[in-house]
Structures are given as C-alpha cells and as structure tokens.
C-alpha cells in the first residue's frame, strides 16, 4: 500500500464552488468571504468572523489589535508549532514558555500560573489534536491573577486581566462542556492549511466573544485595517462606480482571504459534518486495533469534551527518540507516511538562540521523544487503517 499522511479531501462541491468563483469576475475577497466569515460566525455561535489568509496571521493580528507590543510578555507552550510563538516576536513582546504537565500534551497549568506577572498581557493556549484545553481552568487563573494586570489601552481595560487568544489551528468543529471551539476563548484563531480537517489551501480566521463596552463592529473593521494596508476601503468597495477614492489610516499588512480560497471554504463546510463523522469513525477503528499494542493513545472524546479528530497521536511507550524513528523509518517501509508532532521549540534553532534550553521543559520532551503521529483522513479506507495497526503492532515488536 501507499498511505499519504494527510491529502486534502475535495469533492465534486467545492470544484463547483471554486468554478462559480472563477466565472463571476471576482476572485480576491469578496462576496464569497464576506459569506464565507457569516458562515463561520454561525457556526461557532459568535457574532462575528474574520477571515485571513492563515492561522499565523489571525494570531499575530489579534496580538496587534489587543495593542500588545515591545515591555510585554506572551505566555504559550513549549510544546507546539512555531506559530504561536513566533507571533509574540514578531510583535515585539516577550516570549514565556510553559512546559507541558507530566504525561501530556497541555501546558502545566500550575506552571502557568506561575508565569504570570505584571508585564503578562496574553496567554496562548494550544488545542492540539482537535483536544481542546481546559478553558475552565485558565480562566480561573486568568481572574485570581488579574490584580498583577496593567491595562495600556481601551481595549485591554474592557478586559481587566490577562487576555486568552486561543491558538485553535486544530479545532475547528471540537466542542468543550458544550461549547464549540470559537466561542470558548476570548479570541480564537483558526487555520484552513491544506492538511486541516477544512481546507481553503491556505487561510485561517479568528473569532471571539462579544466585550462589554466595545463594539463588534469596530473589532471587525480594525482587523479589516489591520489585513488590508490600513486602507479605508476594501477592492469590493473600491469598484463600484466612482468609489475609487481611499485613504490609508495606518501601515498595515497584507494578510487577507481571496474569495477563491474562501469559496472552497464554503464547499467543505457544507460536507463538514460527515467528514467529522468519518473522523470519528477511523478515531474508533484505531482504538480497538491498537488496544493490545503498547501504546499511549490520545484521548479524543470525553464527558467535558468532544474532538475534531485532527491528529491520530500515539505515545510509544519504553521507547526513546532513536527508537521512535526507527519506527517511522519501517512505517515508511511498509508504505505508511507517518509525522511527529511535535519537536517542542526549545529543541530548534531560532528559540536555542533566544536562550531557551530543552532540560527547562522536560515533560515537552519526554512527550515527543516517543511520539509518532499515524494518517488520519477522511479518504482512509478501513482496510488501510487496519493495515496501519497491523503494521504498527509489527514494527514495534
């Protein structure tokens, strides 16, 4: 066999979708994004979406709209991808890594709290896998350290204490205490890369609870500003008829969704609740083939939460990083793409450089040394998820 990791599923709908785009004259934002952000708001129960052109971009903006910069500190985890901490450089704050809790992949959160100080303006948690983290928690965390919080600006005094921007890449669709992702955190920040559960090729969006005292609207059309050079009008406004005129009321970026990517978003969301199910069914089929193996699995689906099903993890118990990728060498062999998710940042070159050391976040690195990660995507037949398990149980033994 030959088993991709994970290809995007894209169907006969979102060809349709992307074809209509293309044959209305308008392909960058647009109709189909204004839709498409109406489409997300509704399904995350929040009054408003804003969709962007990644993940990376929806965080990086919320850090900038929430005025965090230079004399501030993030607090993310150790255990992630790049982005959710790359963002708190690249807008001038501080970085403050967690290390995960002994045995898993969710920040420490007694650690957390301890991380907090007068300069802590945001904290970024990471739902990963589809598992979202325990949202309870931080916000308790969050108030009985709200004294030590300083507010610079309008928008942080709306909040009164340490903002929660969710790095929530993996759980578009997950659910907690009956809430879905997108309405839990104070922000949340979503990506559509091609290997998410719902792909635009490229994109993200970002979501967030309704603040007292500040308008939605003007949350919207700051993030607008913000994705767009600062310009007063977007390309849609600008054609029509003797609307050329703008003006530019800040040095922004360029960050925004075009309508093409978002009309392959409204393609996916329409098959979106049978990919999850689909999802869920591989999620089962794994459980019982591997339940023999020795092997830690991710738990996905509990009384408090309810996952998307994003990544398969798998903790290869008693064994160390050599080991572990002898294991996916042999995979491979057997035509079986596999990952690792993931090298916590203290082990890459960029963070080494910033003066993070690995032996600081020992529970990250006791996770990763025996990770791997096994396809799970809804173009998986169930003859090869249990050619996945038979081979996993082989190499392993």
Same mark, same amino acid.
């Given at each position: ?41 509704? !399904? ?50 501080? +970085?403050?890594?967690? @290390? ?7 920040? @420490?959160? @007694?650690?957390?709290?301890?991380? +907090? ?23 308790? +965390? ?80 700051? !993030? ?5 050079? *600062? ?10 008829? *003797?609307?050329?005129? !703008? ?56 009384? @408090?939460?309810?996952?998307? *099903? ?47 050391? +690995? ?39």
């Amino acid at each position: 066999m030959n088993i991709s990791f994970s290809p995007p599923d894209i169907s006969e709908i979102e060809i349709n979708e992307v074809i209509d785009t293309l044959k209305s004259g308008w392909i960058t934002t647009g109709p189909k994004t204004k839709l498409f952000e109406k489409k997300i708001a509704e !399904y995350t129960n929040t009054s408003k979406a804003v969709c962007l052109n990644s993940a990376t971009a929806a965080l990086e903006l919320t850090l900038r709209l929430l005025g965090i910069g230079e004399g501030d500190e993030v607090i993310t985890s150790a255990y992630t991808y790049t982005a959710s901490a790359s963002v708190i450089h690249h807008v001038g704050a501080k +970085i403050v890594l967690v @290390d995960t809790a002994k045995d898993s992949y969710q920040m @420490d959160y @007694d650690q957390l709290e301890q991380a +907090i100080t007068e300069r802590t303006k945001a904290i970024i948690p990471v739902d990963i896998a589809g598992v979202m983290c325990d949202y309870d928690r931080l916000f308790e +965390i969050v108030e009985q350290k709200k004294s030590l919080f300083k507010p610079k600006n309008e928008m942080q005094e709306a909040f009164n204490r340490v903002i929660v921007v969710a790095d929530a890449a993996h759980s578009f669709g997950s659910i907690y205490k009956g809430r879905k992702s997108g309405e839990v955190a104070d922000f949340t920040c979503f990506s559509f890369h091609a290997v998410k559960n719902l792909t635009t090729a490229e994109g993200g969006a970002v979501t967030w609870r309704d603040i007292p005292g500040i308008d939605n609207e003007e949350i919207y059309r700051q !993030y607008m500003l913000l994705s767009l050079h *600062g310009q007063s009008k977007d390309a849609l406004t600008k054609a029509k008829i *003797g609307g050329w005129e !703008y003006d530019i009321l800040m040095p922004g970026y360029k960050c925004n969704m075009t309508d093409i990517m978002a009309a392959l978003g409204l393609g996916q969301l329409q098959r979106y609740p049978s990919l999850l199910q689909r999802r869920r069914e591989i999620i089962a089929m794994y459980n019982e083939g591997l339940k023999d193996c020795n092997v830690e699995l991710l738990k996905h689906f509990s009384d @408090d939460y309810s996952s998307n *099903g994003h990544l398969y993890m798998v903790r290869l118990l008693g064994k160390n990083e050599t080991e572990r990728n002898r294991i996916i060498k042999q995979m491979a062999q057997k035509g079986i793409a596999t990952n690792v998710h993931y090298k916590p940042l203290p082990l890459l070159t960029a963070y080494k450089k910033m003066g993070f050391d +690995i032996k600081d976040y020992p529970n990250a690195y006791a996770q990763y040394k025996n990770e791997i990660t096994l396809p799970l995507h809804t173009l998986l037949r169930d003859e090869e998820v249990k050619y996945i398990c038979t081979s996993l149980h082989q190499v392993i033994n």
